[in-house]
């Protein structure tokens, strides 16, 4: 149904739009008028107050019938003789009744039931009848109004102006919103688990072993499950490992990243640039599961291999494989972003020291780089936030143990593999377990957070510097 | 009459298929202001882009026949251009002073060729240039700040002091003025009346008027021809060719 009215909506806007526009036309030839704005501007002015209006009454409308509908219903049912005594019972009366309707009921109907999903058939046609004649009415009103503006010759352009700056305005507002939601929902729920561990003892803590909290409700907790509980929840492991594997990705990328933008920048010729570049792109589109199996199935064995022919213990699950395939996960935007920022330094810099008789490399280490860095760091910060939310590659090939090691050939685990391992299979949602994997994607958020920022505060502190 | 320092001969330069110069032959004057003029894009950059190879940056850039610099080819493909830059510096359009202090700006030319070996050696080596280049008043007190920080005109005083830092034989500047407002331009030059005590120059300009009151001699190019070339004075009083007294009405160009 609402289908069908989006449709009619969409229809007639498109059609009001040619009719506004040949219609002024005629206005300001027959009557020899200068329009304030273009026709066509007319005909935007028609479309918007036929669509809009009408639209957002249709959504306001489907967002609030099934609420009304449904305590029509409940009071209905009640005044017939249905017993509940509290509200899952309520509901669980009307999706029988919901269901009696749709047919596809298939339990006991005694009389109280028969004649509430009547009701509700009522209803729901009373409703449908009512929100079509609505909306068509709003569409006359709105198109009446409109066409009347546009006879009085009115500033349609500027009328058209405010109405595009309000949907871009509620665009961003959806947005931001967005993501507002997201940092309160994870914060509501990081305040659960603090309620139950203490920040402190998850701050600080050396031992992570969640799946000790087997507790069914978190607020029904003993004082023997909280001993228990009290030092299974610390996030030292976590974040060392974290900051483990992506120190050694770094230690991969950044070197290799920012020699190859270099190359490319400054020594490749247009030939070998246009085949390269797209090449080393293609690293970046790879899916970072197909680096996780590799680093699983391919490099960490062959490390193992190595390191027992070397005599060394080597765990097949290793910091120094997971860490060593996000480097070369990362390597293209290290490389590409500073190839274009090296790109972006004016050649009159070069020209300028070439002039004095400096030679290429003398030109690149000495002005250019220097140049380039405060985009150079923010890249490479880019790189390291992108290496501490990176997931798949971790959760295949970095381990699950939470082990505090600074061995490379050691499993190790970081805050996002924890974070699926939690949540994955079925769930409590009061229990500590699940509700930790808010907490340390809080802890995620805020570490990625502070990072952006040193970057940006970095970068221009810099070009203050350099520009 | 003084002596040649540069020589060009038979001077074509090629821009892919296209053709930038045509046979030019162009003496330039030891110890002498030489001005370029000609209507943009005749040529005259890329003359004197020949003279410290700067060209070669270009990948598509051909240069044939032969610059004379006291009597050497520096168009040889197996010349140093790096000790050829040294002795030929260069000014551009636009001042272009590195991301870098001051004292840094002038002291990176010298570094690179290994001269001033101790800080004492440097200090002076800057002191000089920044004294030579008229800018030592000014900036004496913050050599430590950034040269980007400094104004237009100061900049490009800067860029000539970073030039002379190398202690060049020529100087080439390419429309050294074009982007400083009259009074920069004046105190400019003034500074390359002072220079041309020591150094050879070569300036090209859009501005008549800067080349009557700077240069002793003067070329015409149009279209990547010389069509004139001579004393300053003659030139503009009493030119030869029917183009360049047209040029120099402003009748095109």
């Given at each position: 149904?609402?289908?069908?009215?989006?449709?009619?909506i969409?229809?007639?806007?498109?059609?009001?739009?040619?009719?506004?526009?040949?219609?002024?036309?005629?206005?300001?030839i027959?009557?020899?008028?200068?329009?304030?704005?273009?026709?066509?501007?007319?005909?935007?002015?028609?479309?918007?107050?036929?669509?809009?209006?009408?639209?957002?009454?249709?959504?306001v409308?489907?967002?609030?019938?099934?609420?009304?509908?449904?305590?029509?219903?409940?009071?209905?049912?009640?005044?017939?003789?249905?017993?509940?005594?509290?509200?899952?019972?309520?509901?669980?009366?009307?999706?029988k009744?919901?269901?009696?309707?749709?047919?596809?009921?298939?339990?006991?109907l005694?009389?109280?039931?028969?004649e509430?999903?009547?009701?509700y058939?009522?209803?729901?046609?009373?409703?449908?009848?009512?929100?079509?004649?609505?909306?068509f009415?709003?569409?006359?009103?709105s198109?009446?109004?409109?066409l009347?503006?546009?006879?009085?010759?009115?500033?349609?352009?500027?009328?058209?102006?405010?109405?595009?700056?309000?949907?871009?305005?509620?665009?961003?507002?959806?947005?931001?919103?967005?993501?507002?939601?997201?940092?309160?929902?994870?914060?509501?729920?990081?305040?659960?688990?603090?309620?139950?561990?203490?920040?402190?003892?998850?701050?600080?803590?050396?031992?992570?072993?969640?799946?000790?909290?087997?507790v069914?409700?978190?607020?029904?907790?003993?004082?023997?499950e909280?001993?228990?509980?009290?030092?299974?929840?610390?996030?030292?492991?976590?974040?060392a490992?974290?900051?483990?594997?992506?120190?050694?990705?770094?230690?991969v990328?950044?070197?290799?990243?920012?020699?190859?933008?270099?190359?490319?920048?400054?020594?490749?010729?247009?030939?070998?640039?246009?085949i390269?570049?797209?090449?080393?792109?293609?690293?970046?589109?790879?899916?970072?599961?197909?680096?996780?199996?590799?680093?699983?199935?391919?490099?960490?064995?062959?490390?193992?291999?190595?390191?027992?022919?070397?005599?060394?213990?080597?765990?097949?699950e290793?910091?120094?494989?997971?860490?060593?395939?996000?480097g070369?996960?990362?390597?293209p935007?290290v490389?590409s972003?500073?190839?274009d920022?090296i790109?972006?330094?004016?050649?009159?810099?070069r020209d300028g020291?070439?002039?004095v008789?400096?030679?290429?490399?003398?030109?690149?280490?000495?002005?250019?780089?220097?140049?380039?860095?405060?985009?150079?760091?923010?890249?490479?910060?880019?790189?390291?936030?992108?290496?501490?939310?990176?997931?798949?590659?971790?959760?295949?090939?970095?381990?699950?143990?939470?082990?505090?090691?600074?061995?490379?050939?050691?499993?190790?685990?970081?805050i996002?593999?924890?974070?699926?391992?939690?949540?994955v299979?079925?769930?409590?949602?009061?229990?500590?377990?699940?509700?930790?994997?808010?907490?340390?994607?809080?802890?995620?958020?805020?570490?990625?957070?502070?990072?952006?920022?040193?970057a940006?505060?970095?970068?221009?502190?810099?070009?203050e510097?350099?520009? | 009459?003084?002596?040649?320092?540069?020589?060009?001969?038979?001077?074509?330069?090629?821009?892919?298929d296209?053709?930038?110069?045509?046979?030019?032959?162009?003496?330039?004057?030891?110890?002498?202001?030489?001005?370029?003029?000609?209507?943009?894009?005749?040529g005259?950059?890329?003359?004197?882009?020949?003279?410290?190879?700067?060209?070669?940056?270009?990948?598509?850039?051909?240069?044939?026949?032969?610059?004379?610099?006291?009597?050497?080819n520096?168009?040889?493909?197996?010349?140093?251009?790096?000790?050829?830059?040294?002795?030929?510096?260069?000014?551009?359009q636009?001042?272009?002073?590195?991301?870098?202090?001051?004292?840094d700006?002038?002291?990176?030319?010298?570094?690179?060729?290994?001269?001033?070996?101790?800080?004492s050696?440097?200090?002076?080596?800057?002191?000089?240039?920044?004294?030579?280049?008229?800018?030592?008043?000014?900036?004496?007190?913050?050599?430590?700040?950034?040269?980007?920080?400094?104004?237009?005109?100061?900049?490009?005083?800067l860029?000539?002091?970073?030039?002379?830092?190398?202690?060049?034989?020529?100087?080439?500047?390419?429309?050294?003025?074009?982007?400083?407002?009259?009074?920069?331009?004046?105190?400019?030059?003034?500074l390359?009346?002072e220079?041309?005590?020591?150094?050879t120059i070569?300036?090209?300009?859009?501005?008549?008027?800067?080349?009557?009151?700077v240069?002793?001699?003067?070329?015409?190019?149009?279209?990547?021809k010389?069509?004139?070339?001579?004393?300053?004075?003659?030139i503009?009083?009493?030119p030869?060719?029917?183009?360049?007294?047209?040029?120099?009405?402003?009748?095109?160009?």
């Open positions: 149904m609402n289908i069908v009215l989006i449709f009619l969409t229809i007639f806007s498109v059609s009001l739009f040619f009719y506004g526009k040949s219609k002024t036309k005629t206005i300001s027959k009557d020899n008028i200068k329009l304030n704005a273009l026709p066509k501007f007319y005909g935007y002015y028609l479309v918007l107050w036929c669509s809009i209006p009408a639209l957002v009454f249709l959504l409308w489907s967002l609030f019938e099934p609420v009304i509908i449904k305590s029509i219903i409940i009071e209905t049912a009640a005044n017939q003789g249905a017993i509940f005594s509290d509200k899952n019972e309520a509901n669980l009366i009307y999706e009744i919901k269901a009696i309707h749709l047919g596809t009921y298939f339990g006991d005694d009389s109280i039931l028969r509430s999903a009547l009701a058939a009522k209803f729901i046609n009373l409703f449908t009848n009512s929100k079509v004649v609505l909306i009415g709003i569409i006359i009103a198109v009446i109004y409109s009347k503006k546009i006879k009085n010759n009115n500033k349609a352009r500027d009328d058209v102006e405010v109405i595009l700056k309000g949907l871009l305005f509620v665009s961003s507002l959806i947005a931001i919103l967005t993501t507002l939601g997201i940092i309160f929902s994870l914060l509501f729920e990081s305040i659960k688990f603090f309620s139950v561990i203490n920040i402190f003892d998850y701050l600080f803590g050396t031992n992570w072993s969640p799946q000790r909290a087997f069914r409700d978190a607020s029904s907790i003993t004082a023997a909280f001993e228990e509980l009290k030092d299974a929840f610390g996030f030292i492991p976590l974040i490992g974290t900051s483990f594997i992506a120190f050694i990705a770094m230690l990328a950044v070197p290799i990243g920012l020699f190859s933008g270099i190359y490319m920048a400054e020594y490749a010729s247009i030939k070998v640039r246009r390269s570049k797209p090449i080393i792109e293609i690293l970046a589109g790879i899916p970072t599961v197909v680096y996780g199996f590799f680093a699983a199935l391919t490099v960490g064995p062959f490390f193992r291999q190595v390191g027992e022919n070397l005599g060394l213990t080597v765990s097949s290793s910091a120094l494989a997971a860490g060593l395939i996000m070369i996960m990362i390597i935007y490389s972003l500073s190839d920022v790109n972006s330094v004016p050649q009159s810099l020291s070439y002039a008789g400096a030679t290429k490399s003398e030109t690149i280490k000495q002005v250019v780089i220097p140049a380039a860095l405060p985009g150079i760091i923010g890249s490479v910060l880019l790189a390291v936030s992108r290496a501490i939310g990176e997931t798949m590659i971790v959760v295949m090939a970095a381990g699950l143990a939470a082990n505090l090691t600074i061995n490379p050939l050691e499993s190790t685990t970081t996002t593999t924890q974070i699926v391992m939690i949540l299979g079925d769930q409590e949602f009061d229990s500590p377990k699940t509700q930790s994997a808010f907490a340390l994607g809080l802890t995620l958020f805020i570490a990625t957070l502070i990072l952006n920022y040193i940006q505060r970095a970068v221009k502190k810099y070009r510097k350099y520009d | 009459m003084s002596n040649v320092k540069i020589k060009s001969k038979n001077l074509n330069v090629y821009y892919g296209k053709q930038a110069l045509f046979d030019v032959n162009l003496d330039l004057n030891e110890k002498e202001v030489t001005a370029l003029i000609g209507p943009s894009g005749c005259k950059s890329t003359f004197i882009r020949c003279i410290n190879r700067m060209n070669d940056v270009i990948d598509i850039c051909k240069v044939t026949g032969n610059i004379e610099m006291d009597g050497i520096i168009n040889d493909k197996d010349l140093d251009v790096v000790s050829l830059r040294e002795r030929v510096g260069m000014v551009f636009k001042p272009n002073p590195f991301p870098k202090s001051i004292y700006n002038i002291s990176y030319g010298p570094k690179i060729h290994g001269k001033g070996e101790t800080k050696e440097l200090d002076q080596i800057v002191e000089n240039s920044l004294k030579k280049s008229a800018l030592w008043e000014e900036v004496k007190d913050r050599l430590d700040e950034p040269g980007t920080s400094l104004s237009g005109g100061q900049q490009q005083r860029c000539i002091a970073r030039a002379i830092s190398v202690n060049p034989e020529v100087i080439l500047m390419d429309e050294p003025c074009s982007a400083l407002d009259p009074i920069a331009t004046a105190k400019i030059e003034e390359i009346d220079l041309k005590k020591t150094y070569v300036i090209v300009t859009h501005s008549m008027a800067q080349a009557v009151r240069s002793q001699k003067t070329g015409f190019f149009h279209l990547g010389l069509i004139e070339v001579g004393k300053t004075e003659k503009f009083k009493n030869d060719n029917k183009m360049t007294q047209d040029y120099i009405t402003g009748r095109f160009g």
